[in-house]
């Protein structure tokens, strides 16, 4: 049965990667069509008649969300919350999401519900990735699933032979292995007290990824010192 249950679950899941293909050449075709004014009519048009997650998420393959303007964005967050800033984080608009306390705060959310990897700069920037990915990196809730059954053996290797589990999460995700901003680039942006909070976080999980991955699992240390700052800092 549970065979069964794998093997249907990856014939759906090839199904959605065929239709999710399908769906960015057609967004494409679309935004080389159109001029902008008309794109962006277009996908406001189509609100009416789709979830507010498939709408955002539509916004962001046509290209809307990557440059619509400051304003709108605002008020598009007023009315959808977290549901746009997860969309926002993957159309590289960390701009946005760090220059807003409540936009911050809802993107510091989404990270403390488990969902940290919504958060990552998916871009192939050659700079530092921005604060915010920072702090989602630190809370992505399959790196510490992964330190008990590891997804790749590339992973197990380096998780296995010594390393930081920090730097073994660089064989995780390509991602894990960037260097990330400080609170620097968006102090005076977002509330201050809850980005003292962040620091303090960020500082224990600086100190404790910093051990042998060995550490990880054969002690409870490094665990109980991270949850504890957690529930300091956040409740």
Not at 55 to 84: C, K, M, N
Request: proline letters at 2%.
């Amino acid at each position: 049965m549970w065979q069964n249950r794998t093997v249907s679950g990856m014939s759906e899941g090839a199904q959605f990667g065929k239709q999710y293909r399908r769906l960015l050449v057609l967004a494409r075709s679309i935004r080389d069509a159109l001029p902008a004014a008309e794109l962006y009519a277009l996908w406001d048009s189509m609100k009416a008649n789709l979830s507010t997650d498939k709408w955002l998420y539509l916004g962001r393959i046509l290209g809307q969300l990557a440059i619509i303007e400051e304003g709108r964005l605002t008020a598009l967050f007023v009315e959808h919350g977290r549901s746009l800033v997860k969309e926002l984080a993957l159309a590289n608009r960390f701009d946005f999401i760090e220059s807003h306390s409540d936009v911050f705060g809802a993107a510091i959310e989404i990270a403390l519900n488990g969902n940290g990897f919504q958060l990552q700069d998916m871009t192939n920037r050659q700079n530092e990735s921005p604060y915010i990915s920072h702090f989602g990196f630190a809370l992505e809730r399959d790196s510490y699933q992964a330190v008990f059954r590891p997804e790749t053996p590339r992973f197990g290797q380096a998780f296995a032979s010594g390393m930081s589990f920090r730097e073994s999460l660089g064989y995780r995700r390509r991602s894990f292995s960037r260097a990330f901003a400080d609170s620097s680039s968006i102090k005076g942006k977002v509330d201050d007290e809850l980005l003292a909070r962040c620091e303090r976080f960020l500082e224990t999980f600086a100190r404790v990824s910093g051990l042998k991955s060995k550490e990880w699992t054969t002690s409870l240390a490094p665990w109980s010192e991270l949850v504890s700052s957690g529930v300091k800092e956040f409740g």
